[in-house]
């Protein structure tokens, strides 16, 4: 069974860094578009990152636009998001997105993590 599983959350201080992996078991994700999204209580979840199957075109959010960088590995069949000069606003759940066409605000079709926690303390 295909599945992607996030691991890297946690708490960290205002200006601190942390590096999501989200990893994909039961099949090949290689040629597949990736994103992460994330979600605040009481919020809609919200796009943050995407990049095509090669890793070749990345996307961001204004938000976390010069903060945060996307990336994979495919031999490794894993995809990362390095969030830098974190600000308490960053807090959420973290969830990542794997399908055929690059997802973007709101995208609910493809496979979905369980999601990790960020908490950024102020």
């Known amino acids: 069974q295909a599945r992607l599983v996030e691991s890297g959350g946690g708490l960290v201080q205002a200006g601190g860094s942390l590096r999501l992996s989200c990893a994909g078991s039961?099949?090949?994700?290689?040629?597949?578009?990736m994103a992460w999204f994330r979600q605040a209580p009481g919020k809609e979840r919200e796009f943050v990152a995407a990049?095509?199957?090669?890793?070749?075109?990345?996307y961001y959010a204004d938000s976390v636009k010069g903060r945060f960088t996307i990336s994979r590995d495919n031999a490794k069949n894993t995809m990362y998001l390095q969030m830098n000069s974190l600000k308490p606003e960053d807090t959420a759940v973290y969830s990542c997105?794997?399908?055929?066409?690059?997802?973007?605000?709101?995208?609910?079709?493809?496979?979905w993590g369980q999601g990790t926690q960020v908490t950024v303390s102020s």
């Open positions: 997105n794997a399908d055929k066409d690059v997802p973007r605000a709101g995208w609910q079709t493809g496979y």
């Open positions: 039961g099949r090949s994700f290689n040629t597949y578009a």
């Open positions: 990049l095509t199957w090669s890793g070749d075109s990345t």
